[in-house]
C-alpha cells in the first residue's frame, strides 16, 4: 500500500489551515495568513474560528491571533519543541525572564534577558520588531506581558486544563520583573480628548458661511459626541453599534433635582458584549441626553438609516455605503478632526475619548462611582487613576509649606 510523502502529507496539513484561516480573512490580516497557519496549531486555528462564530469582538480576537502565534514562535525558537499543554511552571518562568529584565545589567551581560538567538529568530519571523541600529533591545511592556500571559492562561481553560499561571512563585516572579524592567505604562491615546478638546474637533465637523455640513461632517459629529458622552466608548463599541441597541426615550429635565427645568432629549443604547462585560447582563446599557441625542438623530435623519448599522463608510465622493465603519476608521475620524483642528494627530487616539470622559468627569466634579455606570468600567483601581491625574495639581497636601 502505497503512503504520501511526508511533504505532501505536510503540504495539505498547511492548506487546511489556511482554508479554515480564509474563513476569518474579514477579521484577521489577510497577508499574514500563510505565516498564521505555520505558527498556529490546529486546535488554536478552530479554536479561533469558534470565537468568531460567538461574536467575540474583532480587536481582542486580533489581539488573541497574535498572542497565539507569537506564544508558538518564542517556544519554538526558545525550546525547540511546540508550545506543550499544560505549560509548565518552569517555561512561564523562562518566558518572564525572556520578556522582562534589567536593561542596565543587559549592558554588562550579554546573556541576561531574551537571548540574541531567540530574538533574531522570532525577528526572522515577523513576530518581533529588530530594534534600530542605533539602540539596544529592551525588555517588553509589562502590559504587553501581562496580556500574552492572560491569553495563554485563557487557552488553558479553552482546553479544559489547569495552568500554573497563579502559583505563588509565578506571581512573585511577575511582580519582581516588573519592577526590574522598569518600563512605565503607555498611555493607549497620548493626550486625553477632554471637553475642551472635543469643542475643537466639533468646530470643525460644522461646515462654513458658504457651505452647509457634509453628510461627513454629520457623521462624525455624532460619533465624537456619542463616544465621548457614552462614558468613553471603545472605537470598536463605537463601530459595531446597531439600531436595534438605540432605544430614544421620552425628554427629561436637564436637572434632575428641579423637575421643571428645561427637557433634554434622551436615548439609551444597549452596549452588547463588551470587552468586559457580557451582552446578557441587565445593566449593560448607558444613557445620552442633549446634543449627542440630538446629532445621533441627525446622523440617522440625513443619511436616512433605520436599521442595521448606526455608523457606516462615506466614500470619496460624498456616497453613503451599506458596511459599518471599522474600528480602525473610527480612529481615522478622531485623528483627521485634530489634523483639521490644528492640534498634532500622533497626540490622540479613539482611547483619548474614554480616558478624556473621565478627566472630565474628575474636573467638573462629579463622583468617581456615577461616572463609572456611564463608562461601565469594572476596576476601580484603573478608573481612579484618570481621577488621580486629573486632580494633582489641586491637593492641598502639596502646599503644606508652599
Not at 116 to 122: H, P, T
Not at 223 to 241: D, K, N, P
Request: charged share 25%; glycine share 6%.
Amino acid at each position: 500500500m502505497s503512503q504520501n510523502p511526508p511533504a505532501l502529507i505536510a503540504s495539505d496539513a498547511l492548506s487546511g489551515k489556511l482554508e479554515k484561516l480564509d474563513s476569518l480573512a474579514a477579521i484577521l490580516p489577510a497577508d499574514r495568513s500563510e505565516q498564521l497557519a505555520h505558527l498556529l496549531t490546529d486546535d488554536d486555528v478552530d479554536t479561533l474560528r469558534h470565537l468568531a462564530k460567538e461574536g467575540m469582538g474583532e480587536n481582542t480576537l486580533r489581539a488573541l491571533t497574535s498572542d497565539f502565534s507569537y506564544l508558538d514562535a518564542w517556544c519554538q525558537a526558545a525550546t525547540g519543541a511546540p508550545l506543550p499543554w499544560p505549560a509548565p511552571e518552569s517555561l512561564i518562568l523562562k518566558f518572564l525572564a525572556h520578556h522582562l529584565w534589567d536593561p542596565e545589567k543587559r549592558k554588562i551581560d550579554p546573556a541576561h534577558g531574551m537571548p540574541d538567538e531567540v530574538a533574531k529568530e522570532l525577528e526572522r519571523l515577523r513576530v518581533l520588531k529588530a530594534p534600530k541600529s542605533d539602540r539596544l533591545r529592551r525588555p517588553h511592556a509589562p502590559a504587553t506581558v501581562e496580556r500574552r500571559l492572560a491569553t495563554w492562561s485563557t487557552l488553558h481553560r479553552w482546553r479544559g486544563l489547569d495552568g500554573a499561571f497563579s502559583s505563588p512563585q509565578i506571581r512573585s516572579a511577575k511582580r519582581l520583573a516588573v519592577r526590574t524592567a522598569d518600563r512605565p505604562r503607555v498611555r493607549k491615546s497620548k493626550k486625553a480628548v477632554t471637553a475642551d478638546v472635543l469643542k475643537q474637533l466639533l468646530a470643525t465637523c460644522e461646515g462654513s458661511e458658504v457651505q452647509k455640513p457634509s453628510l461627513m461632517d454629520v457623521r462624525d459629529r455624532a460619533v465624537l459626541l456619542l463616544g465621548f458622552a457614552s462614558g468613553g466608548r471603545r472605537r470598536s463599541e463605537i463601530a459595531g453599534l446597531r439600531m436595534d441597541r438605540i432605544q430614544f426615550e421620552e425628554p427629561v429635565p436637564s436637572d434632575p433635582d428641579q423637575p421643571d427645568s428645561p427637557l433634554l432629549p434622551c436615548a439609551t443604547i444597549r452596549l452588547g458584549r463588551t470587552k468586559t462585560e457580557d451582552a446578557s447582563q441587565d445593566d449593560n446599557h448607558v444613557l445620552l441626553l442633549g446634543r449627542p441625542v440630538d446629532a445621533l438623530q441627525a446622523w440617522l435623519d440625513a443619511a436616512g438609516i433605520e436599521d442595521g448599522p448606526v455608523f457606516r463608510a462615506i466614500d470619496q465622493w460624498g456616497n453613503l455605503k451599506a458596511r459599518p465603519l471599522s474600528s480602525q476608521s473610527v480612529n481615522a475620524i478622531l485623528k483627521k478632526r485634530c489634523a483639521d483642528a490644528g492640534l498634532d494627530p500622533a497626540e490622540f487616539s479613539a482611547h483619548g475619548l474614554r480616558s478624556g470622559f473621565l478627566t472630565e468627569a474628575a474636573n467638573q466634579g462629579i463622583p468617581l462611582q456615577d461616572a463609572m455606570q456611564q463608562s461601565r468600567h469594572r476596576s476601580l483601581a484603573q478608573a481612579s487613576a484618570y481621577y488621580n491625574e486629573a486632580n494633582n495639581g489641586k491637593r492641598k497636601s502639596a502646599r503644606l509649606i508652599a
